[in-house]
Structures are given as structure tokens and as C-alpha cells.
């Protein structure tokens, strides 16, 4: 048939603008994330970080840097799995999933909007907190240490960006927030982003060296020159591996799904 | 012709339920063709075997000769189906823009808003608008990508007398650009004022594939309604179509009303509360799904 090839598909650039633009908004119009991921770090860091400031924790460590490279990884991690996991729960419970499959809008750019919105508010995330510490907390550190910071934090968030995903296929519309609380929060503390690990009680101290966000913490606070329990190959490697393993549950969730609703 | 859309003795089995038991079909382009039957016929399956939603137990769909989950497909397909949401906290207009860019020669939003008669809500949050807004509006969605074929699953469910209405006059204003539109239905008089074509599907099953007039000349002409006390029995060698018993009404279609009464008073049924009319299309419905001997 002529016709099918002379009308074709609509063109993959402007889509992909359009649907981030529509991701990116999607998100903004929602107080309770737009306002809570970028606001609550600088109130844990105004609460916490400021205060005891110029106190060292380590040897040429300030605690005001220290405590701002927690709330960069704290603060990212929240995006990204703020943003996959209530947008794909929402969607699901409103059917949307349904209209967008009969639409020739490929999966990819779907997935790849996704993915660009919940970098950019992971990056103005870092971009307000960067500038907090730096004023209010009195961070001085090189330029390099900035950079540093905030790629490894971007780079080292893509694990939860799948765990995001899992946690909206595995949950419903209503139940995404609270599963995603029940487990970030408790984890977050647990893997010492807000107080020193040694303030926990004994048994969640002999979890946390495995958990996830134990990983990315330390990326953080090596890049800020403290003191880690394993190198910064290790903390990359663990975190590569429980990256497989939460795309491994995405996608195994994903797939019942598809099989439930689509065969 | 050109074969839009077509099910090839289409299947589908949801564990043990059978709800399509072998529906061929061909739509053409141009066509405007409702697919009418009571719920759980097997309407919605239909459609979403013909857009690729869900696959066939056996048999197959083809969009345009190729596989509907095609996007090369889907580019040609505007789609409302039931129930579907959208993003709460987008406006309009920034959604059907979205949905324009899913296509390769979409209409101007403004001209699809119009058609979907929400110029005055273009600039308001989807949140914001009332049930039978977001119906227009996923309307506007279905064809601002300006598609040959146009699939509508149950469009005017939920809605109003004068909702409806006017929701018709839309999907007609859309057909007479020569578009192919494909609707379910149970509304009757929605197949009557629109298509050219009727396909009645009960049971998982086509039982008649027809223009309006002929379906309505497949039935009975006449519709003979009283209050008696009977059973089926007593109906036995009457010249009519069909017939249902409900408490002591009584309902049959019939070519030929004045021999049934003439048997029926020979046999010494009382009747009361007689009423004779015409079957319209809705009649022709019923007699075509009624089942008869024991369910």
C-alpha cells in the first residue's frame, strides 16, 4: 500500500519536546512535589546543616559541606523516584496507559521524556541547594568539588530512577506515595544521610553498609574529600548492581502488567 | 475500495470466557459503520483487537493491511475509548497540542477544540472540567491528529439526552469529511442517525451486518404487545419472529399481526392492553438478541 508509506509517522524531535514539556509541567503543577523536592532539602539543610556549620567532622571536612553533599544525594534520589513512581502509578489508575498505546507515540520517547523531566528537577534541585549552602551555610570548596558533586550525584541516581518504576507498576494510584515514604525515608536515615550512622541502633548498623543509598552517599561524601568504608569503585560498582536489580524488577512488573491488561 | 480496518475470525478467550467466538470484518475507507450489541457482546474486544490493545486468541486484525500495533497504523487511527484518562494538571490546549505531535499532518488545535466545542475551556485545566467536557475533550484528542479512520468505543456513554445529541451532530460533522468512523454502541438511535452500516455483535458473535433499513426489514414490521396470562406453549405455529414473556407481558414481532390475533383469540387467550406498532430500530434490536428456548 503507497498510501502508508507516502502519510508516514510524525517526526521524533518535535514529539519528544512536546511530551517533556508535558512531563515537565505535569510535575511543576503539583505542589506537593514540585514544592516538597526542591524545598525540603533546603529545610533539612537550614535545620540541620547550618547551625553546627563550621564544626569539622573530619580532618578539613566541614560539616556544613559534609551534610550538603547527604542532602544533594537525598535530595536527587527523592526526585527521581518521586517522579517515576507517582506519575506511573497515577497513570495507571487513570487509564492513561491505555489511551497512549493506541497513539502512535513511541515507548521510547515516552520513556525518554520521562527520564530528561526527572533530570532536569533533580537539577534544579541541586541548583537552588548548591547556592543555600554556599550563602546560608558558608560552603567554601573548589569549583571542582561542585562539579564533581553534582555529576556523581546526577550519574549515581539512575538506579532509582528504575526503583522509581518499580514501585509505580508494583503499587496503586493511591498507595505510591506512602510505599515510596515507608521505604526512601526509613532507608535514608538508615544509610546516614541525616545524622552519623553511629547514632543508630546496633542492628540497623549491620544493614546499612548494603544498602543502595549507603553507595550513593558515599559518592557524595567522597567528593567532598571525607572518609569512606570502601572506594569509589566499589560504591559504583554495588550501585551498578542494585541498578540490574531494580530494572530487572521494573521490568518483571511491567511485564505483568502487560500481560494483564494487553493480551 | 480500500480495506481500512479487518478482523479475520477473530478470538478471544479471557481465561475461560469466551468473549469473541470467531468475528471477520472488513471496514472500508469512507465508511461509517456502528457496531451495536448489548453489553458484554463483545463490542469493546473488537475494538481493541482491531487497534492492537489486545491479541487475538486466534484469527487476526490488520490496520490498513498491517499489523495495527504498527505506529505507521496508528499514525492513520484517532482513538476514544472508555474510560481513559488524561493528565489532570495539563490544560487543553497544551494536550491536544501534545497529541498533535503524535501525528504526521495533524488539523490546527484551534480547529479540533472547535470541533469538540470547548473554545471556551482551551486555557483550563483538564481538572476543571466537567464529565461531559472530558468527553469533548478526549473527543478533540481523537481527531486533532486528523485521522482517516476514526474509532469510538461507546462515545456518548454517560451522557444526556441533549449531550448525546449533540455529541452525534460532532461525530457526523467529522464523517462528512470523508472520514472512515467506527463507533459501539448500545444506543439504537446513535447507529440510526449515523452509519450507513450496523454490525450487530451478540454473544461474541456477528448476528447481522446490514444498513439501518435492513436490519430493520430483517425483523418483523410490526410489534404486538398485551397482557395475558401465558406460557411459551401457547405461542406455538403463531407466524411471528420472536416473542418474550415478561410477568403477563407479552411481546412478539410479526409480519402478519391480524393472523396472530385471529389464532390467539381462536385459542381463547384473553387479552388485554393491546398495542400494535411499527418496530423501529430498537425493536429490530431486541428481536435480533432476544434468545430463544431455554437461556
Not at chain 1, 548548591?130 to 558533586?149: E, K
Not at chain 1, 508494583?170 to 550512622?197: C, D, E, Q, R, W
Not at chain 2, 385471529?262 to 434468545?291: C, M, N, P, Q, S
Amino acid at each position: 500500500m503507497a498510501a502508508v508509506a507516502a502519510v508516514g509517522r510524525a517526526p521524533i524531535g518535535p514529539m519528544l519536546v512536546r511530551q517533556t514539556w508535558a512531563e515537565f509541567l505535569k510535575l511543576w503543577r503539583v505542589p506537593a512535589f514540585s514544592a516538597t523536592s526542591i524545598g525540603l532539602p533546603l529545610i533539612f539543610y537550614a535545620f540541620i546543616g547550618i547551625g553546627q556549620s563550621s564544626q569539622e567532622i573530619f580532618p578539613h571536612v566541614r560539616f556544613g559541606t559534609y551534610f550538603l553533599a547527604s542532602m544533594a544525594v537525598y535530595s536527587v534520589a527523592n526526585v527521581m523516584i518521586f517522579s517515576f513512581g507517582i506519575s506511573v502509578a497515577t497513570e495507571r489508575g487513570m487509564k492513561m496507559d491505555l489511551l497512549m498505546r493506541a497513539t502512535p507515540l513511541p515507548p521510547l520517547v515516552y520513556l525518554l521524556s520521562r527520564c530528561i523531566t526527572a533530570i532536569f528537577f533533580a537539577a534544579v534541585t541541586l541548583a537552588v541547594l548548591f547556592p543555600f549552602a554556599y550563602f546560608a551555610g558558608g560552603v567554601r570548596v573548589d569549583p571542582s568539588v561542585w562539579a564533581t558533586l553534582a555529576s556523581r550525584v546526577l550519574l549515581g541516581s539512575i538506579p532509582f530512577i528504575a526503583l522509581g518504576f518499580a514501585i509505580g507498576y508494583l503499587s496503586g494510584p493511591n498507595s505510591a506515595v506512602a510505599v515510596i515514604n515507608l521505604i526512601y525515608l526509613p532507608t535514608a536515615f538508615a544509610s546516614g544521610l541525616f545524622f552519623p550512622k553511629q547514632l543508630l541502633p546496633e542492628f540497623i548498623q549491620h544493614i546499612s553498609p548494603y544498602l543502595p543509598l549507603h553507595f550513593y552517599g558515599q559518592l557524595g561524601w567522597d567528593a567532598i574529600g571525607a572518609p569512606t568504608n570502601e572506594s569509589v569503585a566499589t560504591d559504583w560498582l554495588y550501585l551498578a548492581g542494585y541498578g540490574v536489580l531494580f530494572f530487572a524488577i521494573a521490568l518483571w512488573a511491567y511485564r505483568r502488567e502487560e500481560s494483564r491488561k494487553f493480551s | 475500495m480500500t480495506v481500512a480496518a479487518q478482523l479475520v475470525d477473530a478470538t478471544k478467550k479471557y481465561g475461560n470466557v469466551e468473549a469473541l467466538k470467531g468475528v471477520s470484518l472488513n471496514i472500508e475507507l469512507g465508511e461509517v459503520v456502528a457496531i451495536l450489541g448489548p453489553n458484554g457482546a463483545g463490542k469493546t474486544t473488537s475494538i481493541s483487537i482491531l487497534l492492537g490493545l489486545r491479541k487475538p486468541t486466534s484469527g487476526k486484525a490488520l490496520l490498513f493491511g498491517i499489523s495495527p500495533t504498527d505506529l505507521k497504523a496508528r499514525s492513520r487511527v484517532g482513538v476514544m475509548l472508555q474510560e481513559s484518562g488524561v493528565p489532570a494538571m495539563l490544560k487543553v490546549r497544551e494536550i491536544v497540542d501534545l497529541f498533535r505531535s503524535y501525528y504526521p499532518k495533524p488539523m490546527v488545535a484551534d480547529r479540533a477544540i472547535a470541533m469538540a466545542g470547548l473554545e471556551e475551556k482551551a486555557n483550563s485545566l483538564v481538572k476543571e472540567l466537567s464529565g461531559g467536557q472530558r468527553q469533548r475533550l478526549y473527543f478533540a484528542l481523537a481527531v486533532c491528529g486528523d485521522p482517516e479512520v476514526l474509532f469510538l468505543d461507546e462515545p456518548t456513554v454517560g451522557m444526556d439526552v441533549e449531550g448525546r445529541r449533540s455529541f452525534i451532530e460532532r461525530i457526523a460533522e467529522f464523517a462528512k469529511l470523508g472520514r472512515t468512523v467506527v463507533l459501539t454502541t448500545h444506543y439504537l438511535e446513535e447507529a440510526d442517525q449515523l452509519a450507513e452500516r450496523v454490525i450487530v455483535i451478540d454473544r461474541g458473535l456477528v448476528i447481522a451486518d446490514a444498513s439501518p433499513k435492513e436490519i430493520k426489514s430483517k425483523v418483523a414490521g410490526k410489534r404486538v404487545r398485551f397482557s395475558a396470562t401465558l406460557t411459551e406453549k401457547d405461542l406455538d405455529g403463531l407466524p411471528i419472529t420472536t416473542s418474550t414473556i415478561t410477568d403477563h407481558t407479552v411481546q412478539m414481532f410479526t409480519n402478519q399481526p391480524e393472523a396472530v390475533l385471529r389464532e390467539l383469540f381462536k385459542r381463547g387467550i384473553e387479552i388485554t392492553e393491546l398495542e400494535v406498532t411499527g418496530a423501529d430500530l430498537e425493536d429490530a434490536f431486541i428481536a435480533l438478541t432476544t434468545h430463544k428456548g431455554p437461556a
